[in-house]
């Protein structure tokens, strides 16, 4: 089961680009590695996904170098409306039950200011 | 509808009560799971339904805890005796391929907030 660490809390700005870094130094051969934002009072929702490399979508941007003992989530341009709390996961294919293995971290609380 | 669907949105209940929190996954979706989030951290996993099948239940914390798929759709989360320790967000996520698959991410409800008094 591979941990992840994250940063507790970052600040920044409107307008200013954000990079969150993940540690999980004992990444499996098939483990992939997935974000999640999370507002208050609402369920965690998927923002991007990867392997290795650089994967990019309208949302973000996921960074991995490759040893892929971590991982960076960069959010362009960030609003106010992006204040929420980041997770990291880390895990693979599960093809006989183990459910548990999609393990949240504590997350990042991120604050955007004007 | 398009999302996971959970209810009660809130539930309150005084201590020893039985609870019953329902989860309607999005139509398909093979994997689903519960987690239990307490006030400033993360989810923690507490079961995990493949269809019908509970092949995990290794986060369940009491046997008092116990969660059903019977048609492999709708599942019923249920919390006996409750204690004040019980008090938390439940959530349901669904998926539609088997856990950690590629492009098959967890969607999540909203939750439903128990309070224990």
């Known amino acids: 089961l591979a941990k992840t660490t994250q940063p507790i809390s970052m600040d920044s700005y409107e307008g200013q680009e954000v990079n969150i870094t993940c540690s999980h130094n004992?990444?499996?051969?098939?483990?992939?590695i997935t974000w999640y934002q999370q507002f208050p009072s609402q369920g965690p929702r998927f923002i991007i996904q990867?392997?290795?490399t650089k994967v990019t979508n309208e949302v973000a941007s996921l960074f991995i170098p490759a040893d892929r003992k971590s991982s960076t989530l960069s959010l362009p341009r960030v609003s106010l409306s992006d204040t929420a709390v980041y997770y990291c996961?880390?895990?693979?294919?599960?093809?006989?039950?183990?459910?548990?293995?999609?393990?949240f971290g504590t997350g990042t609380q991120l604050k955007v200011e004007l | 509808g398009a999302g996971v669907s959970q209810s009660p949105r809130y539930k309150v209940a005084k201590r020893g009560q039985d609870v019953a929190l329902r989860c309607d996954p999005i139509s398909g979706h093979v994997s689903l799971f519960w987690y239990q989030q307490a006030l400033g951290q993360g989810p923690e996993f507490l079961t995990y339904?493949?269809?019908?099948?509970?092949?995990?239940k290794s986060g369940l914390p009491s046997d008092r805890f116990f969660a059903e798929r019977p048609e492999g759709s709708v599942s019923t989360l249920k919390i006996q005796r409750t204690q004040q320790e019980d008090s938390a967000v439940y959530l349901c996520?669904?998926?539609?391929?088997?856990?950690?698959?590629?492009?098959?991410?967890?969607?999540f409800g909203n939750g439903t907030r128990l309070t224990v008094t």
């Open positions: 996520a669904s998926s539609l391929d088997l856990p950690g698959a590629l492009d098959s991410p967890l969607h």
């Open positions: 990867g392997y290795k």
């Open positions: 004992n990444i499996a051969t098939n483990d992939y």
């Open positions: 339904f493949q269809n019908e099948a509970q092949l995990d």
């Open positions: 996961l880390v895990g693979g294919l599960i093809l006989t039950g183990g459910g548990n293995k999609l393990t």
